[in-house]
């Protein structure tokens, strides 16, 4: 009787072993799996390439940075073409009107300027293009431009918020692209409350 209940015992203790394993398993979400990757397509090392292989990879890793040089160029070219343009479009009388305007000399209305264009443009380095663009037309002066630039920072946390909402039907996914979210959200809100403040002061 004793060795049934023993045996018994035994395999009670083993099956609740194994469930606490699963259990453990279900609920660890910060737990990456390594065998979700598939290493096949990630493609050959460099010591399985042959040496034409490793001739058009090295060809091809020196092509794309002359377009990343090229891409870069062409970025600056259009910030220059970009102030052109508000020149031509603003002109003198709309760069007086926004520099002696006293709703661009508050900070406060200059972050919230900066937040809702880059909520619209749903891009903070156009937002910031666009600035910059504005001060070297003589548009608007350096002091409004800083509190606008602040706020574009703060515009372009909506953009990752929406995009860990793209997650929730995955509870895990969600938990994790949400929390990357807010880490980036803390960041520029705390960056923005420090320097925001310091700006006021030294340059009213």
Known sequence: ????????????????????????????????????????????????????????????????????????????????????????????????????????????IGLMIGVLVTVLVQSSSTSTSIIVAMVSAGIITIQPAIAMIMGANIGTTVTNTIVSLGQSLDRVEFKRAFAGATIHDCFNWLCVALFLPLEAIFHP
């Open 1 to 108: 009787m004793v060795h049934h209940y023993s045996r018994a015992q035994n395999h009670f203790i083993n099956d609740f072993t194994s469930m606490e394993h699963v259990r453990l398993q279900v609920i660890d979400d910060w737990d990456i799996v390594n065998h979700v990757i598939d290493a096949s397509k990630l493609g050959k090392s460099w010591k399985e390439k042959s040496k034409s292989e490793r001739t058009s990879s090295v060809f091809g890793l020196i092509v794309k940075f002359c377009i990343v040089l090229v891409s870069l160029y062409l970025f600056i070219c259009s910030l220059s073409f970009l102030s052109s343009a508000f020149q031509l479009l603003g002109g003198k009388s709309a760069g007086e009107v926004f520099a002696k305007s006293s709703i661009l000399s508050n900070p406060i």
